[in-house]
């Protein structure tokens, strides 16, 4: 392969596994900047909506069906635990939540294998997205392209949800400042629902767009985690700019540094993470801690 | 959820002890097995498991080994091996388990043997690759039923001598058996004459092979030798299949199981590789071995169950000939013992207490007439070619 | 003091009623109390919460291991420098992490943590790389005695390092320097404006916070006869914090009680049933619901005339 299509299809393939993360690391800085809640169960709410995605195929035999539906009903089953579980414990200090997630993480994840079992299952693509296209003689999988697009999609969907609409504002005045927001009559608590069930969303949409491509599997939760919180962290946590740059810097580092430094790929990338920390402790765009 | 609870119950009943003791009158013989039941491997642990409960099952139908019933101890490690240590040392010191089976992982099986003198246990390994544990790691303890990764590498390499390919490139898992079964493989294809481009090996459970299949595809290789299994093993076939890369480049594989056919669907017709055990073997033994256990499971049995068979085999050969399930009785019996088993003739050897058998290349295939795509055999290599020399990874000629 | 003195008759006296089995699980709660312990005297002391201690417990493991598979240096003297060698290191780690305060300075310990597991994932020479070092021996010594190498004699010297942990780090947490930690932990601003250089003292209990928890890693390396690199991931230290929080942080004894009741459930469950990750999961939720305080503010609760 020449070295032009060659770099084409790395930065292409770069975009797509960005794509993917930030659908993850998007809700997971939504909930930390506005509920300074470590959600480590966030891993686990990604591999759910794969596993009710690949529900939502055999029965509707529609993919498209499936990828709205499971993030509703993965949306809906987040704010229904921060309805019941996570609500009671705001006046105390984060140590709860960090157990709390740690220990949902571990229900959804039995759960999880209890319900659909061990082996890793297969969603089908739909038949307009399983062809490839070829970009500069190269083939590429349509389906990756579909992922960047939707992910660009998502993005702006999402910045002008924030920018533009009433729960969007209430949710950028929560972040800044809960008590005169709740001074101002909002029931903050609905807000906070609304955020933890819209990030989980997020995430369980992630894990729909890409169960087709690497298989629901009881493995997907901890590798995503670590994954999201390293770009979260890079971007800045409570930073929505910052999860897609996040995104973006961990997607291409992974892609070329495992194709030229294949040894020294992983302990790069927390090298980054760290030097970033170390001169922004908040993260390119976050906050200052 | 009556589902659920049904399926928990069953499960439970199936791992419960009792029902196997109460069969027969006497002590029952105990059999340990750690094994890998959730977490990635947790696919091929299943596996193990269902083989094992089959063998013990169909044992003690018979009158179980030397008259006593047989009663396994299962515990899940998670893929662990720290765990693996901490459930194995559980098994012999709170049930008094003697003999030891499953350990999923080679890293799993590579922790415990040196523990396996200090608890005067013997360990019969079903699936366990890595070469050093027949090698460098070889404790008196230790036997391996199983076709190692050297020699399930062996088989592609031997297979490779009459194709066409020239160049090959190489994928595996980072870890012990990626790492064993492609150095082993290196050396065949040099030793052929042919040219070893490169490898590159993925941290177990990457998800998204874009980078590696764009690399295969930029070495010129026009073969790839893939070691990878589970999860892992299907992303990548689909990933590769998206990428159209088996149009340009035949995969082969070290491990071609029923699972990740399963899981992967088309993706993987037209993959090549070595198989460690599958039903469409042939011989009268694993046709009587295939029925039974559709009867039982309605179902085919895969790679890791057909090797269980085989290790339950070997080790009941060996007890009786002992007549005692005393290590020091077990092993001189189990060194030299030989067998006719679903994978034909079988002989432990007494040097590395790896049995020797035949090597087998499959062809993943989709025919007219039947559902999902099935491994058809194409090559079958005699033991004394496939098996290493004693103690050794690699081979002479 | 006389309760100490008490615990450790009891503990001493184990080996006489319990079984093989319970022995080699009691040692190994031993062991993770001492490690829980360890990442109290951060937590609940100076509210650094540190999502990387595993990269204590890790570099104990392998360099205890490499010790003692490679030179004649007696077990014990292998535990205590491994342990010495893991706070030398940290105090590196800590001069960075400390340059942040409040959740960057744990995303920054988390970072150290993966880091540590990254490279020892690829440096197969000194870790056996994702292998991990198996057949790690229990050497002999001093004077040649093989006491330490046996079960009981292992379970006295874990007990040995976990009693002399506790009463170092007691000394430490009651002492003036503790009390220095105490003020950084309530308000460091004041603390700082009093003319204290917060730093140095956070720098020190890490430091310290780190030396135990090597110790814990480097007993578990002949314990297990085996290290590899799942000592060093972050679920290991989500784990530690899980069992210091779940026993009661500020206390030191609740985390020890903390591991135990983590370890012994784990283990219980696990033989029970398949799901015991799903029991485990509620059993937290519980704890944070209904018993905020941990085990020892359980306890705490039962007999409030308790003083220590």
């Not at chain 2, 009158?63 to 459930?87: F, H, S, W």
């Not at chain 2, 460690?276 to 295939?290: I, L, M, Q």
């Not at chain 3, 540190?50 to 077990?75: R, V």
């Not at chain 3, 899980?242 to 370890?263: E, S």
Request: hydrophobic share 50%; charged share 15%; net charge neutral.
């Amino acid at each position: 392969m020449d070295f032009l299509p060659f770099l084409v299809t790395q930065c292409l393939n770069a975009l797509s596994q960005a794509a993917l993360l930030f659908f993850l690391g998007c809700g997971l800085t939504l909930i930390f900047g506005i509920m300074r809640i470590v959600n480590f169960a966030h891993g686990a709410f990604f591999m759910l909506g794969a596993y009710v995605g690949w529900s939502a195929v055999r029965w509707t035999g529609n993919f498209w069906l499936a990828l709205v539906a499971a993030p509703l009903l993965v949306g809906g089953f987040g704010a229904a635990f921060e309805l019941g579980i996570l609500r009671r414990l705001y006046g105390r200090d984060g140590h709860a939540f960090l157990m709390v997630t740690f220990g949902l993480t571990l229900i959804m994840g039995e759960a999880i294998r209890l319900l659909w079992g061990v082996e890793a299952l297969q969603v089908q693509m739909p038949a307009s997205l399983s062809d490839i296209v070829f970009i500069l003689d190269e083939p590429f999988p349509i389906y990756r392209l579909f992922l960047i697009g939707s992910g660009i999609v998502v993005g702006l969907a999402i910045w002008q949800f924030l920018e533009r609409t009433r729960l969007g504002l209430l949710i950028r005045a929560t972040s800044q400042n809960a008590e005169m927001v709740h001074a101002l009559g909002t029931d903050v608590r609905l807000v906070r629902s609304a955020v933890f069930g819209i990030g989980c969303g997020l995430a369980g949409i992630g894990g729909v767009f890409a169960a087709p491509m690497v298989t629901a599997s009881l493995g997907m939760a901890p590798n995503a985690v670590i994954d999201t919180f390293v770009i979260v962290i890079i971007g800045g946590m409570g930073s929505f700019a910052g999860s897609m740059i996040g995104a973006l810097l961990v997607a291409f580092v992974q892609v070329f540094g495992s194709y030229y430094f294949p040894d020294f790929a992983m302990a790069f990338m927390y090298l980054i993470m760290l030097t970033i920390l170390v001169v922004r402790p908040g993260g390119l765009l976050g906050k200052e801690a | 959820m009556p589902g659920l609870h049904r399926r928990a119950l069953l499960v439970s009943a199936l791992a419960s002890p009792v029902v196997l003791r109460h069969a027969l009158g006497e002590t029952p013989i105990k059999i340990g097995m750690p094994v890998a039941l959730t977490g990635p491997a947790g696919e091929i642990g299943a596996q193990m498991r269902r083989g094992a409960e089959f063998w013990a099952k169909h044992t003690n139908a018979k009158g179980g080994l030397l008259g006593r019933p047989i009663e396994l101890v299962i515990q899940d490690t998670g893929g662990d091996p720290a765990a693996c240590v901490r459930k194995a040392q559980d098994v012999v010191e709170r049930d008094g388990c003697r003999l030891l089976f499953g350990m999923t992982l080679s890293s799993e099986a590579l922790a415990v043997v040196p523990k396996l003198a200090e608890w005067n246990a013997v360990f019969m390994s079903s699936d366990n690759g890595d070469g050093r544990l027949t090698g460098s790691s070889l404790v008196p303890n230790f036997f391996r039923a199983n076709t190692s990764g050297p020699m399930g590498t062996r088989a592609v390499s031997l297979y490779l001598r009459q194709a066409q390919y020239k160049g090959f490139y190489a994928i595996g898992m980072d870890y012990a058996w990626g790492r064993n079964s492609i150095g082993v493989f290196k050396d065949e294809v040099q030793k052929a004459g042919k040219n070893f481009i490169g490898d590159v090996y993925s941290p177990i459970g990457t998800k998204d092979f874009s980078t590696y299949i764009t690399k295969i595809r930029q070495s010129g290789a026009d073969a790839c030798f893939l070691v990878l299994q589970g999860d892992d093993n299907a992303a990548f076939l689909s990933q590769a299949r998206q990428y159209r890369l088996p149009d340009k480049v035949q995969l082969l594989t070290e491990i071609v199981d029923l699972n990740s056919i399963a899981a992967t669907g088309e993706a993987s017709v037209g993959l090549i590789g070595s198989s460690r055990y599958s039903y469409t073997f042939p011989g009268a033994a694993n046709a009587e071995f295939v029925e039974m256990w559709k009867k039982e499971y309605n179902t085919f049995p895969d790679t890791f169950e057909g090797e269980q068979w085989q290790a339950g085999l070997i080790l009941a050969a060996g007890i009786t000939k002992a007549g005692s399930i005393d290590a020091d009785k077990l092993r001189p019996a189990l060194e030299n013992i030989e067998i006719d088993s679903i994978k034909g003739h079988v002989k432990i050897r007494a040097c590395d207490h790896q049995g020797e058998q035949q090597g087998f290349m499959v062809k993943v295939v989709k025919k007219d007439g039947v559902a999902k795509p099935f491994p058809e055999l194409i090559a079958t290599f005699p033991a004394d070619q496939v098996t290493p020399a004693c103690g050794k990874m690699t081979y002479d000629s | 003091m006389r309760t100490t003195i008490a615990m450790a008759g009891l503990l001493a006296l184990m080996p006489l009623g319990l079984p093989p089995y319970a022995m080699t699980l009691l040692t190994e709660a031993l062991i993770m109390g001492l490690f829980a312990m360890s990442l109290d005297l951060m937590v609940g002391y100076a509210r650094l919460i540190s999502f990387g201690h595993a990269a204590a417990y890790g570099l104990g493991a392998y360099t205890c291991g490499n010790i003692l598979l490679h030179t004649e240096i007696p077990l014990p003297f292998a535990v205590l420098l491994s342990g010495v060698f893991s706070g030398f290191v940290s105090i590196g780690v800590a001069w960075v992490c400390t340059q942040a305060t409040g959740v960057s300075f744990s995303m920054l310990t988390l970072a150290f943590g993966q880091l540590l597991y990254a490279v020892a994932f690829k440096w197969t020479d000194v870790t056996g790389a994702s292998d991990g070092l198996a057949g790690i021996p229990r050497r002999p010594g001093p004077f040649g005695t093989t006491f330490f190498a046996g079960k009981l004699g292992f379970y006295y010297l874990t007990m040995a390092c976990l009693f002399g942990g506790f009463l170092f780090a007691r000394a430490l947490v009651r002492s003036p320097f503790g009390a220095v930690l105490r003020g950084i932990r309530e308000n460091e601003a004041k603390t700082l404006s009093l003319g204290y250089n917060t730093r140095l003292y956070k720098i020190a209990v890490v430091a310290a916070s780190y030396m135990l928890g090597g110790m814990a890693g480097a007993l578990y390396a002949p314990f297990a006869g085996f290290a590899n690199t799942e000592l060093l991931f972050w679920l290991l230290s989500g784990q530690a914090l899980i069992m210091t929080i779940v026993g009661g942080t500020g206390t030191l004894v609740g985390p020890i009680l903390g591991a135990a009741f983590f370890l012994l459930v784990q283990q219980q469950l696990s033989i029970y049933t398949d799901s015991w990750a799903l029991f485990f999961g509620i059993i937290f939720i519980g704890f944070v619901l209904f018993a905020p305080e941990g085990i020892f503010g359980l306890a705490r609760r039962r007999r409030p005339a308790e003083s220590h």
